[in-house]
Nanobody
Framework: QVQLVESGGGLVQPGGSLRLSCAAS????????MGWYRQAPGKQRELVAT???????NYADSVKGRFAISRDNAKNTVYLQMNSLKPEDTAVYYC???????????????WGQGTQVTVSS
């Protein structure tokens, strides 16, 4: 049983910062890609940032220069540092992990339960 548990969401004023964390636990052999997605009310879920095990990162254009993704492979944890937050960043943020449960090479995708980020004055 694999679980992704997110933390760090909340209410912040425009221009403020938040740091999200997501820890993967359970019977995991290895984690390939970890990332963050978000879904605002009435909109589709969208990619925010991803990080491969080797350290390659990818960001949505809307967050480049403001958000930074990092991970601790030893702890199976991914972080999202969000700076210069804007009201349009308001959404439920979901952690995502593509991982292997054993040595057979099958990759499974798991999602966290989501954490609310609200940017408002």
């Amino acid at each position: 049983q694999v679980q992704l548990v997110e933390s760090g969401g909340g209410l912040v004023q425009p221009g403020g910062s938040l740091r999200l964390s997501c820890a993967a636990s359970g019977s995991i052999y290895s984690i390939d890609t970890m990332g963050w997605y978000r879904q605002a009310p009435g909109k589709q879920r969208e990619l925010v940032a991803t990080s491969t095990r080797g350290g390659s990162t990818n960001y949505a254009d809307s967050v480049k220069g403001r958000f930074a993704i990092s991970r601790d492979n030893a702890k199976n944890t991914v972080y999202l540092q969000m700076n210069s937050l804007k009201p349009e960043d308001t959404a439920v943020y979901y952690c995502n992990a593509a991982l292997q449960l054993d040595t057979r090479g099958y990759v499974y995708t798991y999602w966290g339960q989501g954490t609310q980020v609200t940017v408002s004055s």
